[in-house]
């Protein structure tokens, strides 16, 4: 039944809900995340509804709820804090008696981390319970003389040469810019791209629509030369990201920043866990260095030194398919029909077993045949079929696929041990000596410094050398990262690694790659992101049927 509220009722509620007579309602923002953490948790452990708890807190003296929520709605900063002080110790109380785990998972927060370097926001962005999202190398020059000057570094006999070799990296990268964007031009010309309507640039009469793919082909071009430039970039390089996480996820994140090996991480960490304590400080106050963790790399980090003392890296293929699922194709046909059946799954694997191939493909004929676009993934029975790949890529790829946090993911520290890669365009503009020296004055630094440095030496590697990772992933997850990062718009050298896994599965298991619609197999390095700029030009053009300048 419907909540019924009386006029008195309805004013107190009705500034903090989307609405107060149906069952499906939204908090408006105005309400601070603890609350709605404590209002959430009450689900559990009352009858009442959420809005009927809340009228509750509003009138219990003991809470300062109603106090909160008048300093809150007028935004009077000092009254707000004060109010919010004196409701925490309530709010704490509540919030032990029904579990700090799950509790954890119900406020939210968001926090920005800058001027941070690119080594750290990989482990800031290693959480699986958080969103985060970075300053693009394809959208944004990076300044510089911006990249990050660890403390141990600066304190010894490497500092001197640690700032000469960064800015020689980044210098290198700020000089190229505009010859690459040249460079870009001419490689493909805005006369030669069909843009509107079936039309190629050079046929448009309208101005507007001249002006509008102007504006989707400036950007493609940037997005181009950047991609190529990004190789130059060291792993010092300061950026930023943002984050949106939930309590727990942000309590295990902090514990991980605050046990790493870096000094920059562990600052992270810290100040991170001081900002997110004046908004949801209940949820994160158990987040604290985990000696766990620390002890637990050290000791390994001694231990595989130890083991592979004798050893050096083979010479291996960019994507080697490790392990694979013998039995995938009856495990998948078994799980899609175990859910439309009310037999035991060992009753349906047994029928399975028996059946034939055609019938087997029937059944994923039915399960995965009617995908119309990349984003309807095939349903949970492709979880039931895992791979595991070892990959040699680039930084710069490794950075863009590491966002994929669903699949387990091990990657090695940074290293210059395996190459770099050069993209073949620095050799027609004649920049190509240029870039070769700098990798080798990276890569002198780095050996002159692993001995004694050997993670604040991962700083100086470009994003042009390669990193090894290995990616354990289910077949459903492997249409999502294979099928989104094959797209034309994608760097050529994520793509290219997406396109050798989608070979490797399609060698052992043929009958779900065939239902891989979308993936890109094409090898050519054209301007991926002109056609969505182009369409983003389009809608842009008819919103409010008139054009619309960005």
Same mark, same amino acid.
């Given at each position: ?8 009722? *309805? =004013? ?28 959430? +948790? *009450? ?8 809005? =009927? ?20 709605? +007028? ?21 032990v008696g029904y579990g700090d ?53 600066? %304190?010894?006999?490497?500092? #001197? ?23 870009? *031009? ?13 039309? *190629? ?10 002006? @509008? ?7 493609? $071009?940037? %997005?181009? %030369? ?29 514990? =991980?920043?605050? +046990? #790493? ?9 810290q100040q991170m866990h001081a ?21 637990? @790399?050290?000791?390994?980090?001694? &231990? ?28 998948? $046909? +078994? ?41 309807? =993934? ?28 669903? &699949? ?15 993209? @073949? ?17 990276? %890569? ?16 100086? $590697?470009?994003?042009?050398?390669k990193i090894r990772y290995v990616?354990?992933?289910?077949? @459903? ?41 979308? $993936? ?31």
């Open positions: 039944m419907p909540d019924e509220f009386t006029s008195e009722e *309805k =004013k107190i509620l009705s500034p903090y809900f989307t609405n107060l007579d149906r069952p499906v309602y939204a908090f408006t923002g105005r309400v601070p995340e603890e609350v709605v953490a404590v209002l959430f +948790s *009450k689900y559990s452990r009352s009858k009442l509804s959420l809005r =009927k708890n809340f009228l509750a807190l509003v009138r219990d003296p003991d809470s300062g709820f109603q106090e909160l929520l008048d300093a809150s709605g +007028s935004g009077g900063e000092g009254g707000f804090a004060a109010a919010l002080e004196k409701a925490r110790d309530f709010f704490h109380r509540i919030l785990d799950s509790v954890g998972e119900l406020g939210i927060a968001h926090i920005a981390v800058e001027d941070c370097s690119n080594i750290a926001t990989k482990r800031l962005e290693d959480a699986r319970l958080a969103s985060p999202l970075e300053k693009s190398t394809r959208y944004v020059i990076y300044d510089k003389n911006m990249f990050y000057r660890p403390a141990a570094i600066m %304190a010894s006999e490497f500092a #001197d040469e640690y700032v000469r070799v960064n800015e020689l990296l980044l210098n290198a990268y700020d000089e190229q810019i505009e010859p690459v964007i040249a460079y870009v *031009k001419s490689q493909w010309p805005v006369d030669g791209f069909e843009v509107f309507d079936g039309k *190629k640039f050079s046929e448009l009469a309208d101005e507007s629509a001249r002006q @509008r793919a102007l504006k989707a082909y400036e950007p493609a $071009v940037r %997005a181009k %030369a950047l991609d190529i430039l990004r190789y130059c970039m060291p792993a010092s390089t300061l950026t930023n990201v943002g984050i949106t996480a939930n309590g727990r996820g942000f309590e295990y994140l902090i514990s =991980k920043l605050m +046990s #790493d090996e870096l000094q920059e991480v562990r600052n992270i960490g900002e997110l304590s004046k908004v949801i400080p209940s949820l994160v106050k158990r987040a604290m260095p985990n000696q766990f963790m620390a002890e637990t @790399r050290k000791g390994m980090r001694q &231990l595989a030194s130890t083991i592979f003392a004798n050893e050096s890296p083979q010479n291996m293929a960019a994507v080697t398919l490790i392990d694979y699922d013998r039995d995938a194709e009856s495990k998948v $046909v +078994s799980a899609a029909l175990y859910g439309f059946s009310n037999l035991s799954m060992q009753q349906v694997r047994s029928k399975v077993q028996s059946m034939s191939a055609e019938e087997k493909r029937k059944v994923l004929e039915e399960y995965m045949g009617r995908r119309t676009n990349r984003r309807e =993934k095939p349903m949970r029975a492709a979880e039931t079929a895992y791979y595991t790949f070892d990959i040699l890529s680039d930084y710069g790829a490794y950075r863009d696929l590491q966002r994929h946090r669903m &699949l387990t993911q091990i990657a090695q520290p940074l290293t210059v041990a395996h190459g770099y890669d050069t993209p @073949r365009e620095l050799a027609e503009l004649g920049f190509e000596e240029k870039f070769h020296s700098c990798m080798r004055a990276a %890569a002198d630094l780095f050996y002159k410094m692993y001995p004694k440095f050997p993670n604040e030496a991962q700083y100086i $590697v470009p994003f042009a050398y990616f354990c992933l289910n077949l @459903r997850e492997a249409f999502h990262l294979i099928e989104l990062r094959s797209m034309p718009q994608g760097h050529p050298s994520y793509r290219s690694i997406v396109q050798r896994m989608f070979y490797k599965i399609k060698s052992v298991h043929p009958a779900f790659a065939e239902y891989m619609h979308y $993936v890109h197999l094409d090898e050519r390095d054209a301007l991926g992101r002109l056609k969505g700029e182009l369409r983003t030009q389009e809608k842009l053009a008819k919103l409010g049927g008139k054009e619309i300048n960005v």
